[in-house]
């Protein structure tokens, strides 16, 4: 019944941009934290960006600060993530997935989506 459909993912040159939507379905949207996780190549997941329900809070890996944007439309029901300055480090699978509060660990959320490839070539 809950779906979280994660689009906008490609292929761009380092120092390039992509914006990553999240449209969700099946739940209160309000009600949820929304989060951005990635899963690169033989690595574990990890924790990219979240926003609190009313998107007043933001918190985001350290790796990505100053370069990412996690934002809302409660209207729409979608999350973003606007991604500049894009390197080839940042090459990976993005997911994104919702949660009662705004976290950073990856057990605390309840739904995920199917995730979008980001490559980012040199």
């Known amino acids: 019944q809950v779906h979280l459909v994660e689009s906008g993912g490609g292929l761009v040159q380092t120092g390039g941009s992509l914006r990553l939507s999240c449209a969700a379905s099946?739940?209160?949207?309000?009600?949820?934290?929304m989060g951005w996780f990635r899963q690169a190549p033989g690595k574990e997941r990890e924790f990219v960006a979240a926003i609190s329900r009313s998107g007043g809070s933001t918190t985001y890996a350290d790796s990505v600060k100053g370069r990412f944007t996690i934002s809302r439309d409660n209207v729409k029901n979608t999350a973003y993530l606007q991604m500049n300055s894009l390197k080839p480090e940042d090459t990976a699978v993005y997911y994104c997935?919702?949660?009662?509060?705004?976290?950073?660990?990856?057990?605390?959320?309840?739904?995920w989506g199917q995730g979008t490839q980001v490559t980012v070539s040199s």
């Open positions: 997935a919702a949660s009662e509060l705004i976290t950073r660990v990856t057990i605390e959320y309840d739904y």
């Open positions: 099946g739940l209160t949207f309000t009600s949820y934290a």
